[in-house]
């Protein structure tokens, strides 16, 4: 049965004065979730239309002048291309999973309540979690803990997980992974939670996705066209700054060259040179704000990546 999503959006205020000056044309919405970001951007600039992704197949649309297409934003380029459209006035990524998502016991995401190691957005990741937890060789669980995870105990969790097996759901794991993790360090935060993190972002290969999906949203921005992008862990966040620093260095050329001969053009100008943070309030009215990170740049005229 459909349950209306209780899912309260993160930094919508931020999110709306970025792109209100677009004015008009397809703002693309690439996380549509519980459409708060969506809504607001309706309710805020007449003059535009939403274009959303969800890569999740059970998010519902009911946001006025908005076109859900059930789709990974890895795959926004296609999905551009087969509803021809060839630019876009804006596009809000806000990364990650929803309150929604997160609290479905059957998901699989948390390591508050009990559920099947699944762990899939969608239909189109490979392999749910049991796949990694109870069949992957050990090196390739430490790589994934300590990559995704950035937990220095990976080695040791993952020789704590595969001793353990068959894990059968959430709650064992995080028994299993907080068992294994020195006592002193069980006082910072729960000892699962980057296990718990690095087997999602495997299991959807979301950094590859990110890469890709923000590529091809930079790509289809109009001259002018802004992006604002919210991210919730340093790997995330590295990547969007990376990529929108790449896309902001301009001539290359020594600087006495009188003419430019590097032929390198910007293709955005920085809207935020640090990560904005969610303020006092909002963090302490929605617990979700407080690891938010928010970047945002312009398509600069002229900048199309050569
Ligand atoms: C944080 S929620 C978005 C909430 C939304 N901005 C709002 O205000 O209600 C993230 C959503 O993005 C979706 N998502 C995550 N990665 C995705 C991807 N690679 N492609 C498409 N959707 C994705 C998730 O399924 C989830 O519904």
Redesign the pocket.
């Known amino acids: 049965m459909y349950q209306k999503p209780h ?1 309260i ?1 993160v930094m919508t205020a931020q999110v709306v004065d970025l792109l209100l000056p677009i004015e008009t044309g397809l703002v693309l919405d ?8 969506a809504r607001a951007l309706i309710e805020s600039i007449p003059g535009v239309q939403i274009l959303a ?4 197949p059970s ?1 519902r649309c009911d946001v006025a002048r908005t076109r859900l297409v059930p789709a ?3 795959e926004l380029a296609a999905v551009l291309a087969a509803e021809g459209i060839d630019e876009i006035a804006g596009a809000v990524f ?5 309150s929604d ?1 997160l609290d479905a016991p059957e998901r699989g995401f948390s390591y508050h309540v009990s559920g099947p190691l699944d762990m899939r ?1 969608g239909p189109d990741a490979a392999v749910p979690a049991s796949e990694l937890v109870n069949v992957a060789s050990e090196g390739e669980l430490r790589d994934i803990i300590f990559r995704y995870g950035e937990d220095r105990f990976a080695r040791r969790i993952a020789a704590a997980i595969v001793a353990a097996r068959p894990i059968e759901d959430t709650t064992r794991l995080a028994e299993v992974v907080a068992d294994a993790v020195p006592a002193p360090a069980r006082r910072r935060g729960h000892p699962a939670r980057r296990t718990f993190q690095a087997l999602r972002i495997a299991v959807n290969d ?1 950094l590859e ?1 990110l890469r890709r ?1 923000l590529d091809a949203a930079i790509d289809a921005l109009r001259a002018g066209g802004r992006i604002v992008v919210i991210s919730y862990h340093s790997l995330e966040d590295r990547i969007v700054k990376q990529r929108f620093a790449a896309g902001a260095v301009g001539c290359v050329c020594p600087p006495d060259l009188p003419v430019c001969g590097c032929g390198t053009v910007a293709e955005l100008r920085l809207l935020t040179r640090r990560a904005v943070t969610a303020g006092d309030d909002e963090v302490e009215a929605n617990r979700r704000a407080r690891s938010a990170r928010l970047r945002a740049a312009e398509k600069v005229a002229g900048g199309d990546a050569a």
């Open positions: 899912h959006s690439a996380t549509f979730g519980a459409g708060g970001h992704l969800d890569r999740d998010v990974n934003f890895s806000d990364l990650g999973l929803s998502q957005m979301e996705a999906g």
